[in-house]
Antibody, heavy 120, light 110 residues
Framework: EVQLVESGGGLVQPGGSLRLSCAAS????????MHWVRQAPGKGLVWVSR????????NYADSVKGRFTISRDNAKNTLYLQMNSLRVEDTAVYYC?????????????WGQGTLVTVSS | QSALTQPASVSGSPRQSITISCTGT?????????VSWYQQHPVKAPKLLIY???KRPSGVSNRFSGSKSGNTASLTISGLQAEDEADYYC??????????FGGGTKLAVL
């Protein structure tokens, strides 16, 4: 059974940093592109970032470019999101999701999310 | 990377059909047949319903169907059931390995 379990969320002050993790199991993690998607409280889904299967290529939404870094450790079956220079508007539940290869843009499995709250 | 446009809410009665629209631009929906749809119940993770405009993953009811014309994609739910009450999001590939979601549509089954 495919499982994605996010962790690392919490309360952080504006300007602070946080690293999210997503532990994957039940599939060959190293074969799949992965995504981060966020959802602010009461709001819609917003795509954040994606990384290819071996970590060579990454892409970001304009709103996080230069502040967030996506990475992965295929030996540990884990996806990461390093978030720096956090802003109040980054407050959201952050989901990791598996790419539905070979199509583009769709994701077939999601974790339950981890809440990041940016507040002073 | 502007969000795709969806109606904020739609409603229907049990056994009826409803359609949710999703309007993008020639840079996303209009350029690629990579539109997907997700269902999200409260406090739950999103669930993939449709990908590649009209394909259904294994296990998704055939009451859900998708289509596209120009810059607008649509999700149709036939034979509405109470458990279909949820938020629905469209999503499109937007080039250079980026993705854009719609703002979401709340479906009420009256």
């Amino acid at each position: 059974e495919v499982q994605l379990v996010e962790s690392g969320g919490g309360l952080v002050q504006p300007g602070g940093s946080l690293r999210l993790s997503c532990a994957a199991s039940g599939f060959t993690f190293s074969r799949y592109w992965m995504h981060w998607v966020r959802q602010a409280p009461g709001k819609g889904l917003v795509w954040v970032s994606r990384i290819d299967s071996d970590g060579s290529y990454t892409n970001y939404a304009d709103s996080v470019k230069g502040r967030f870094t996506i990475s992965r450790d295929n030996a540990k079956n884990t996806l990461y999101l390093q978030m720096n220079s956090l802003r109040v508007e980054d407050t959201a539940v952050y989901y990791c999701a598996r790419d539905l290869t070979p199509t583009l843009g769709a994701t077939d499995y999601w974790g339950q999310g981890t809440l990041v709250t940016v507040s002073s | 990377q502007s969000a795709l446009t969806q109606p904020a809410s739609v409603s229907g009665s049990p056994r009826q059909s409803i359609t949710i629209s999703c309007t993008g631009t020639s840079s996303d929906v209009g350029s690629y047949n990579f539109v997907s749809w997700y269902q999200q119940h409260p406090v739950k993770a999103p669930k993939l319903l449709i990908y590649d405009v009209s394909k259904r993953p294994s296990g998704v009811s055939n009451r859900f169907s998708g289509s596209k014309s120009g810059n607008t994609a649509s999700l149709t739910i036939s034979g509405l059931q109470a458990e279909d009450e949820a938020d629905y999001y469209c999503c499109s590939y937007a080039g250079t390995n980026t993705v854009v979601f719609g703002g979401g549509t709340k479906l009420a089954v009256l």
